[in-house]
């Protein structure tokens, strides 16, 4: 199963619905691209994981430098409905420490303009 990604706004909010994989090869690579495009307009992004089966040690590199990318421009990179399997992997690779993660979109959503006025 390939990676789908579909990009909407929620308020002032990017949210990047991903479904599939995010293995090395052509996910990682599309989830970089996309990541990349959408924080040029907006730096406030929320990856929606909900629907995301797998998640392999390049794809989890991949999030990683999507996050210090969209820092780096000085926004946050969020996520959404992690799955328990990709719950447990932030926690091993200790993961868990970067990335903020929300099971629900508007606390997601109003999380950044927390973190905007913080």
Not at 10 to 24: H, K, Y
Not at 87 to 101: A, G, P, V
Request: proline share 0%; charged share 25%; hydrophobic share 40%.
């Amino acid at each position: 199963m390939s990676l789908t990604l579909t990009t909407r706004l929620n308020g002032d909010v990017t949210v990047i619905d991903a479904s599939g994989r995010i293995t090395l090869g052509d996910a990682t690579g599309q989830l970089r691209d996309v990541v990349h495009k959408e924080a040029e307009k907006n730096t406030k992004i929320l990856l929606n994981l909900g629907d995301v089966s797998y998640i392999d040690s390049a794809g989890l590199g991949e999030m990683l430098g999507s996050y210090t990318s969209v820092k780096n421009r000085g926004g946050d990179l969020k996520l959404l409905n992690v799955q328990k399997r990709i719950k447990d992997l932030l926690q091993i690779t200790r993961l868990y420490t970067i990335f903020e993660t929300f099971e629900d979109e508007a606390t997601a959503v109003a999380s950044f303009g927390k973190t905007a006025s913080a």
